[in-house]
């Protein structure tokens, strides 16, 4: 190995060539004093010399930590494996599902742990609804076909509130305990509480990007003292990268030595990294596009990336780019009880809630038309809720079924509480 | 900071001294740089960013039902009970939020009203301190904060009319005007930090933050005013930080023609619609965004009437996109009950 | 420039070499430029020896010259084409990845780099029956999606098992790692610990580990990544095997997009491909390359159940992105 690429100090490397040593094998044998009267170099450094040439000499080059290591995650010779074993360490590890199961089925079974996925948006699609959905999900017991982790959120946007929380929490608590079927169950419910999935949310604030390098390089060590975390959420990076950046290039430098960090902390701590991401608009030959934001370099950072956006009143998910999955764009709704599956049937446009309301006595008459039409569609939605049901038994696992139901369930909430709002309408 | 008060070998701290880089911006150095520029070795240059690190974070990762103690539950009435149902309790503590709506729709009046309901103590839904009002538009409404002010009796019955009549609430509603970017910039950067540091005020309203950014840019300077508008954003959330302070700011609207950009929901009559202004860059920024509507019609209440108003949650991480009718009445904006 | 160090050849002995030292002579190379005639005098040693040591270092360490034409038979003899599984980019790429080269895929993100390596890993231990090095810097590769790509060619899942077998990976994250990895690749230690020869070293991202150390004002990343270079290229050489490297790219205010890491490293890969996303939905897909045909797009579709496919072949208007070589045999 030559000596310009070992992970010495510069210096300490161009004394060395300078005195003629080129490969790190010419200085085997050598004692420190030898070293230090040959190339000038002190005696500490010459020790450090002769480590790098015993170290590059047994494991097959052992790296000193990384320079995204950290806490010495990656000391070792470089693991080697074949991709049959890589693939059986990809079968045995559980995906986090998301709730919602169309997203679930075009990811192949839920968020992949280990790699490294993105979420952009523009404000207002639900991206940090996601994210909250899986801080919880991620907890759910391994009976239940969760992975019973922790998780650690590392919020710069001050957009992580308890209560939102607290509801989707309460949602899967009573999800789960509707799903009870043996006693395992009986007893893993017995732990699951909101009061527990809050516990185990490990909670930090980051305010500038400065403090997120700082947590980053932190982190490893944190993961290592907490085995059991499963999932780290950061939400968003973009926010504080996009403030106080006058350079460019360093921005884009620190970014990239980020997403390195990040891999390497789900590859070696069996994590999930979930990052959000905002979008920015490019102007592109005269016509303005959505774009997510932080440059043409970050785009290759996550693994995976996942666009959320609104098309006309649906909300589409898009898998943007997946080394294993196909592209593709579900439908899903956030409700009160957090990220869900969209309703299937075809609904009215007066079921939604309206972004504007410049009502006029025409539009009165509009609203009492609607609410008829709502009848209807309930009428037909309660036959949609037959046919799911029936679909859902032919799948085999009784969860989705129970998400469809829950699912259903909220639906019908929703349009109560639409209806309530039609009549108020009426009667103002 | 100081690289003395880091637990850290003397050697390495004389060596980075010796590079004149701060605690800050030795984590914005790649590793092998740090080791050329330091001349330190690789154990030592790990050392060393670890020390930096520990001291830049201000806690290490904590579980959730901790923090639930915190700030970050705290909300700010808005002096209406119904109206607060629809927020879940009021403003965040922590965070801007935005009310935007076209002219005539009451988002003044709303500001207003929070001006005064934050001034309550906590256990009817103030911050027990007063509230800083940058205008940049109009002048103040001075005559219609003293009639909301007389009004207040009225609008918070649940409050003892003892402790309404005790509270001296023109007095601490700090006024201040910015009639250019440059002075709402040092007013934000300077003037408010003070107020907020001696504890006076715990909400900063700015009404509104549309009218410069849209007056002192021409269109071909887009770059620049996003520029200006990240680094004002930047201090608001600063401030809101520090502080745990509520920001409301009031943005105007601007006409949407084409949906084809999907930032918003397009409405299904198809008819022009309004969005808020000041476009995505803002709207990144934003953490609850709120909207305002004048309806058409009447509603009345005892011997006063009004046109019907709407407020509208567009987005907000705790909140359910929805709405409530609401009025502008001689006391303040109030709910309206929605029962059929 | 090797030290002298007694017993490198006869006649150099300790005490020579000890005398050579205080006449300031510590290399191979102060000896080979020195005066001989003034050096035998200041170290009171035969002027002969001295010459024969010197003709003994010389004949060591100096590089042996060989013909254009010798050059050529060996590299006719010696060069492997493998192909990529796929015959339209095979045939932009003059029939497929040459050994002892660097080829280089750059494109956006969602270009679908990532998928035409796992094609080339599938293909060469699948078909060629070869061994794979796949280095993963990112964490995208997806061993479901190999045994995917598989399922697709083969029927048989012990051929499955054994091609999965034959692709080696390593998972490193940080260009320490990658170069420990290389040099220990070059000094065969890793070759035999394969078993079976290696015909393609995959490196899937080159710039996912140079870039964190490049930009602003930090130097050391530039001589890293010429490191990485060399590395890559001596290895390609020494072991006869292609080397297939991805990058990622950056936009130019223009709007244009270019492979990434600068001018310096345009000058490693002896090919480079663009890849492009074109439309929406991750249909068509089109491929530069700036090798043989310049002025050729390839469309290709990346398809969900199997791997890379050829769809069109059709002439581009505007120039290539990267270096213009012709002229190849």
């Not at chain 1, 590859?267 to 920015?280: D, E």
């Not at chain 2, 009404?207 to 071909?220: N, Y």
């Amino acid at each position: 190995m030559q000596i310009s690429s070992c992970s010495l100090s510069p210096a300490v490397k161009s004394r060395l060539t300078a005195a003629g040593f080129h490969f790190l094998s010419e200085l085997r044998g050598l004692s420190p004093s030898h070293i230090c009267a040959e190339t000038g170099v002190s005696q500490q450094e010459a020790l450090q010399v002769l480590q790098a040439v015993r170290g590059g000499a047994s494991g097959g080059g052992a790296s000193v930590g990384g320079a995204s290591g950290g806490g010495g995650a990656s000391v070792g010779p470089p693991p080697s494996l074949t991709a049959l074993q890589l693939l059986q360490e990809e079968q045995s590890q559980r995906s986090i599902f998301s709730f919602c199961s169309q997203l679930d089925a075009t990811l192949g079974g839920g968020l992949p742990v280990g790699k490294t996925t993105e979420i952009c948006g523009a404000p207002g699609t639900g991206k940090t609804q996601l994210c909250l959905q899986l801080v919880v999900d991620v907890q759910v017991p391994v009976c239940f076909g969760g992975l019973g982790g922790q998780v650690v959120v590392v919020d710069t946007e001050g957009s992580f509130l308890l209560q939102r929380v607290q509801d989707i929490a309460g949602a899967v608590v009573k999800h789960c305990s509707l799903l009870v079927e043996d006693d395992e169950q009986r007893v893993a419910m017995t732990t699951f509480s909101v009061e527990t999935i809050l516990s185990n949310i490990f909670l930090v604030r980051c305010h500038d990007y400065v403090e997120l390098l700082a947590e980053l390089h932190l982190l490893p060590d944190f993961l290592s003292e907490h085995p059991r975390v499963r999932l780290l959420v950061i939400d968003s990076v973009a926010f504080p990268f996009r403030l106080h950046f006058d350079e460019l290039s360093q921005r884009t430098r620190l970014l990239n030595g980020l997403a390195q960090q990040l891999i390497a902390m789900a590859t070696s701590h069996n994590v999930a990294v979930v990052i959000t991401n905002q979008m920015t608009t490019r102007l592109r030959g005269g016509q303005s596009q959505l774009v997510p934001a932080l440059g043409e370099s970050w785009g290759h950072a996550p693994t995976i990336r996942l666009l959320l956006q609104w098309a006309g009143t649906q909300r589409l998910a898009t898998i943007f780019k997946s080394p294993g999955h196909p592209g593709a764009t579900v439908q899903y709704q956030i409700t009160s009880d957090g990220f869900r599956d969209a309703d299937q049937s075809e609904q009215p446009p007066s079921k939604r809630p309206r972004t504007h309301t410049v009502q006029s006595a025409t539009g009165q008459r509009d609203s009492n038309q609607s609410s008829a039409g709502q009848r209807d569609s309930n009428q037909s939605a309660a036959g949609q809720r037959d046919s799911n049901q029936s679909a859902a038994g032919q799948r085999d696992s009784n969860q989705s079924a129970a998400g469809q139901r829950d699912s259903n369930q909220s639906a019908a909430g929703q349009r109560d509480s639409n209806q309530s709002a039609a009549g108020q309408r009426e009667c103002s | 900071m100081d690289w003395d008060q880091l637990e850290l070998h003397p050697r390495i701290i004389s060596a980075v001294r010796r590079c004149a880089l701060s605690v800050r911006a030795v984590l914005c150095v790649s590793a092998p740089d740090l080791q050329r520029l330091s001349g330190l070795s690789r154990s030592d240059t790990q050392q060393l960013l670890t020390a930096a690190a520990t001291a830049c974070r201000r806690h290490a990762p904590l579980p959730a039902l901790l923090s639930r103690g915190f700030q970050s539950s705290l909300r700010l009435s808005v002096g209406c009970p119904i109206l607060d149902e629809l927020l879940r309790g009021g403003l965040p503590a922590e965070g801007v939020t935005e009310l935007s709506g076209e002219s005539g729709a009451g988002k003044t009046q709303l500001a207003l009203q929070v001006c005064l309901s934050v001034q309550y103590p906590t256990q009817y839904g103030g911050l027990d301190a007063g509230a800083v009002f940058i205008s940049t538009e109009d002048s103040f409404p001075v005559r219609r904060l003293q009639q909301l002010i007389r009004g207040q009796s009225c609008l918070r019955s649940d409050v003892p009319p003892s402790l309404i009549s005790s509270l001296n609430f023109s007095d601490r509603v700090y006024i201040e005007h910015a009639a250019d970017l440059a002075s709402l910039q040092e007013c934000v950067s300077r003037r408010v930090p003070l107020l907020l540091a001696r504890g006076l005020v715990r909400l900063v309203v700015v009404d509104s933050v549309a009218a410069l950014f849209r007056s002192d840019f021409l269109a071909s300077d887009w770059l620049e005013r996003n520029r200006q508008l990240l680094t004002f954003s930047a201090a608001l959330h600063h401030l809101s930080r520090e502080y745990s302070t509520p920001v409301l700011c009031i943005n105007q609207v601007t006409d949407v023609f084409s949906s084809s950009d999907s930032l918003v929901p397009s409405s299904s009559t198809g008819t022009p619609t309004v969005a808020p202004a000041l476009g995505l860059a803002w709207a990144n920024q934003v953490m609850v965004r709120l909207m305002m509507w004048r309806l058409q019609g009447t509603v009345s209440r005892g011997d006063q009437s009004s046109a019907p108003r709407r407020l509208q949650v567009v987005f907000a991480p705790h909140l359910a996109r929805g709405g409530r009718g609401a009025g502008v009445w001689r006391e303040g904006v109030r709910g309206l009950t929605e029962t059929a | 420039m090797v030290v002298l160090r007694e017993g490198m050849c006869p006649g150099l002995d300790a005490d020579l070499v000890r005398d050579l030292r205080a006449a300031g002579i510590k290399t191979v190379e102060d000896v080979v430029s020195s005066d001989i005639e003034d050096l035998a005098q200041r170290c009171s040693v035969s002027y002969k020896a001295l010459f024969a040591i010197r003709r003994v270092l010389l004949a060591q360490h100096a590089a042996f010259p060989v013909s254009g034409a010798d050059l050529y038979e060996e590299l006719l003899s010696s060069t492997a084409i493998i192909s990529t599984g796929n015959p339209s980019l095979d045939k932009l790429l003059d029939s497929g990845l040459f050994t002892g080269e660097i080829t280089e895929l750059s494109g956006g993100p969602g270009s679908g780099k990532s998928q035409v390596c796992f094609g080339v890993a599938v293909h060469v231990s699948l078909h060629l029956k070869q061994s794979v090095i796949f280095i993963d810097t990112t964490g995208g590769l997806t061993a479901s999606r190999l045994l995917q790509m598989m399922q697709t060619e083969s029927s048989n899942p012990e051929e499955q098992t054994e091609a999965l077998q034959r692709i080696h990976v390593f998972r490193l994250f940080n260009i320490f790692s990658l170069l420990d990895c290389l040099f220990a690749l070059r000094s065969g230690r890793l070759q035999q610990a394969c078993a079976g020869s290696v015909k393609a070293v995959i490196v899937d991202s080159v710039s996912a580990v140079i870039s964190p150390l490049l930009g602003g004002k930090q130097n050391e990343g530039m001589s890293l990544m010429i490191q990485v270079a060399g590395a890559l290229k001596t290895m390609a050489k020494d072991f006869n095997v292609a080397a297939l490297v991805t990058n990622h790219v950056t936009r130019s205010d223009s709007g244009g997009v270019q492979p990434g890491l600068g001018v310096s490293w345009s000058h490693i890969p002896r090919t480079r491909v663009l890849l492009e996303r074109r439309g929406e939905g991750g249909g068509g897909r089109a491929l530069q390359s700036a090798l043989c045909d310049p002025d050729q797009v390839l469309q290709t579709a990346l398809s969900h159940q199997g791997r890379v496919r050829p769809a069109v072949v059709e002439p581009l208007e505007r120039g290539v992105v990267g270096k213009e070589k012709t002229g190849r045999d």
